[in-house]
């Protein structure tokens, strides 16, 4: 009898001792990720070849203290190599673990390998090859603070790898995991199985063997342990003719009907079949395509288990879709199962909550580093006041947040109408009205822009987190939009050029109508979308003052006050901007509105510096620069407060005798230096109330803004 470790992942411990504890083994002890045993020959094998949940079975060959290189190499070097295998042998290191005197898991290998070739040569018996290709046996180290474990892996390649999944889907889960779940789901073998979102068709394809009691290891054609001295080739073959003989008659005793599989994609869903295929279930799983926000019982599906593993995403922010995914997913599932169950996994708390079921049990498991989370659910229909089962089509409209989305409601109704008026396709319909809901709500046609405001630190993450989720699946419910039309952003206090980085590469422009100009916007890549809403009655007022002006915009961004300014008449216009991006975009926001040619011209310059050269006289200027600026590019940093004198003198050598400047900042409490001002022989008018839309009544610090021009 040997020491054996049987490793997992963490949560499934006590899930892998019944398991071993039902293939023969009598003192299965649960340990951090992974199960202690002794075993036989006969009994390791069995449970190789057996074990859904385990991913290594390591025999144990020496435990001890290990404070630093040297207590690792004398203790590798104490174990008798040579009395477990030949020179022959092709060898691999894993070492999992470091202390503070071992700090690197590759140089804990090298001591090991080191230890492990020392003693073969020690013996004149040659050296063992180093082969991390195609080893014939692993070598397993696990340390632990000064406490380390040395054995032989006695299988190889993982034992997640089964052999029938050359290809997968996006974010595939290991076979070991899909076990765990089916495992816990609830789901007798006798009762029928729906993935709706199937992906690869892991989860029902591990369901299928379990069904038909066929060994997970069946078709691995090596075993690290026939690599040994001690390996029993007859036992063996006995263990596994079994197996064999078991497998097969499992698969044509499954009954028809049994096993579902949905996905909404066609290529996936061929990779599932093709899996299916090669794991021996060719016709066994009945896979079809569908969308699961749509999902309807399937025929032949009585009254079983709907288990799936649905996308959940790195980060909630990017996918509001998922959101409204999980609503419909959870009012089909109501619609649609009354009488079986459910069994969802998933990473995000967030997105289960909008399933709006209550769960019977919960599991906390791992997919990778990701912690998440296993929900059991019993599906019960809704009823409307007579006791009928309500069909989707007339389910009850559950309203999500209610002050906010009552809240979004009056907003939209009269800043609506208004917008319409004024030829407005992009508008802010919310911007954190109320304390509870953080966060600012713009609409640019039929696409909605939500950016959500840092919260307090005094708010826990799971609380802001739910309310986001609210926020976005009541701006769904409220304003009817399609889900993969919302975008959600988070808006911290942006230093430097963060405020200008780039968050996406899905480069999608979409064209928006403002007071009869059409100006592209990007929704996803940027923080911004290219267009500051609240300057809109600023940008017409300069189409309005521009009528046979040199017009002159600074800070320029994407150009949207030069389109006004040209659309207004403006005789020349140019454009100075840092970044060439920013001006290829104003470029072709002119483009779009049939202005081009020599008399519009595009100058990319730090604009603090081209003031400073720049010998050309203007008519109209507008600038909006930033309120702190420390970007590499510029040669100086730049404060408004502070430094706006500085502007206002470089920028009188370029205002012609009765030019007007229109000066912008968003900078809350800024306060204009009139007496300087004065000294420089300039005078402003503070303009602020006058271009701050209905939209933005409620956040007047939104930005300031004056006309500056010569006193005389």
């Not at 042998?89 to 090991?112: C, P």
């Not at 009585?302 to 419909?328: D, F, Q, S, W």
């Not at 169950?341 to 769960?359: G, K, T, V, Y």
């Not at 952003?489 to 996406?504: C, F, H, N, P």
């Amino acid at each position: 009898m040997n020491q054996y470790l049987a490793i997992t992942s963490n949560g499934l411990e006590n899930l892998l001792a019944d398991e071993l504890t039902q293939l023969g083994v009598t003192d299965a002890k649960p340990v951090q990720a992974g199960v202690r045993f002794t075993a036989s020959n006969a009994q390791l094998y069995r449970c190789c070849l057996w074990s859904r949940l385990a991913s290594r079975f390591v025999l144990i060959l020496s435990e001890f203290y290990c404070n630093d290189d040297m207590d690792l190499y004398l203790s590798a070097s104490a174990v008798n190599w040579s009395s477990y295998f030949s020179v022959d042998k092709r060898l691999i290191v894993d070492f999992n673990g470091t202390n503070r005197e071992i700090r690197n898991s590759q140089y804990g290998a090298m001591k090991v390998k080191d230890a492990i070739v020392d003693s073969f040569t020690k013996k004149d018996l040659g050296r063992p090859e180093i082969s991390k290709d195609q080893p014939d046996l692993r070598i397993h180290v696990r340390l632990h603070r000064d406490r380390a474990i040395l054995g032989i892996d006695m299988v190889g390649r993982g034992l997640h790898q089964r052999g029938y999944r050359i290809q997968a889907g996006a974010a595939p889960l290991r076979e070991t995991l899909a076990c765990a779940i089916v495992s816990r789901s609830g789901w007798d073998k006798a009762q029928p199985l729906l993935d709706p979102m199937c992906g690869s068709g892991t989860l029902l394809i591990e369901a299928a063997l379990m069904a038909a009691n066929v060994a997970p290891g069946i078709q691995r054609p090596v075993w690290a342990f026939e690599s040994l001295y001690d390996f029993e080739v007859e036992t063996w073959a006995e263990i596994k003719a079994e197996a064999s003989v078991q497998g097969r008659k499992g698969i044509k005793a499954l009954g028809e009907n049994s096993f579902f599989g949905i996905d909404n994609d066609r290529r996936v869903l061929q990779t599932a079949k093709d899996n299916a295929k090669r794991a021996g279930l060719e016709g066994v799983i009945q896979f079809s395509l569908g969308d699961a926000a749509k999902l309807e019982k399937p025929q032949g599906f009585t009254e079983g288990v709907v288990i799936c593993n649905p996308p959940y995403g790195e980060r909630l922010g990017t996918e509001p879709g998922l959101i409204a995914l999980y609503t419909e997913f959870g009012a089909q599932l109501k619609s649609q199962f009354a009488g079986s169950q459910a069994s969802i996994f998933s990473s995000s708390e967030e997105l289960l909550s909008c399933l709006r079921m209550r769960a019977d049990k919960q599991y906390k498991l791992s997919n990778g580093a990701l912690p998440c989370h296993q929900k059991n659910y019993s599906i019960t229909a809704r009823v409307n006041p007579n006791g009928e089962t309500l069909r989707h089509s007339e389910k009850e409209e559950v309203q999500i947040a209610p002050d906010f989305a009552n809240r979004l409601k009056k907003n939209l109704s009269k800043i609506g109408k208004w917008a319409k008026r004024e030829q407005l396709d992009c508008y802010r319909a919310y911007d954190a009205d109320l304390p509870n809901y953080n966060v600012a709500i713009d609409l640019y046609l039929d696409h909605v822009v939500i950016q959500e405001y840092a919260p307090p630190k005094t708010i826990p993450e799971e609380v802001a987190k739910r309310r986001l989720t609210d926020i976005i699946r009541a701006t769904i419910q409220v304003l009817g939009v399609d889900a993969n039309k919302v975008v959600l952003k988070t808006r911290e206090k942006q230093k430097g050029k963060r405020q200008y980085q780039k968050l996406s590469q899905d480069s999608e422009y979409l064209k928006v109508n403002e007071y009869g100009v059409q100006l592209l916007v990007n929704l996803q890549d940027y923080l911004d979308t290219g267009l500051f809403l609240d300057h809109k009655l600023t940008r017409r007022r300069l189409g309005q003052m521009a009528a046979g002006k040199d017009f002159l915009n600074l800070f320029a961004y994407t150009g949207s006050a030069t389109v006004h300014a040209a659309a207004g008449g403006a005789k020349t216009t140019t454009t100075v901007d840092m970044s060439n991006t920013y001006l290829q975009w104003a470029q072709r926001n002119m483009e779009l509105n049939g202005f081009t040619g020599d008399a519009h011209q595009f100058e990319q310059a730090d604009c603090l510096q081209w003031l400073q050269h720049e010998d050309r006289t203007f008519d109209l200027i507008f600038i909006d620069p930033p309120t702190f600026s420390n970007s590499k590019r510029m040669e100086q940093t730049f404060d408004i407060q502070r430094d706006h004198l500085m502007l206002m003198e470089n920028l009188k050598r370029l205002m012609r005798e009765d030019a007007i400047v229109v000066f912008s900042n968003n900078k809350r409490l800024f306060k204009m230096d009139l007496d300087g001002l004065e000294q420089l022989g300039l005078k402003a008018e503070n303009i602020s109330s006058k271009t701050l839309p209905m939209d933005f009544a409620r956040n007047k610090h939104i930005h300031n803004c004056w006309v500056i021009t010569h006193r005389n």
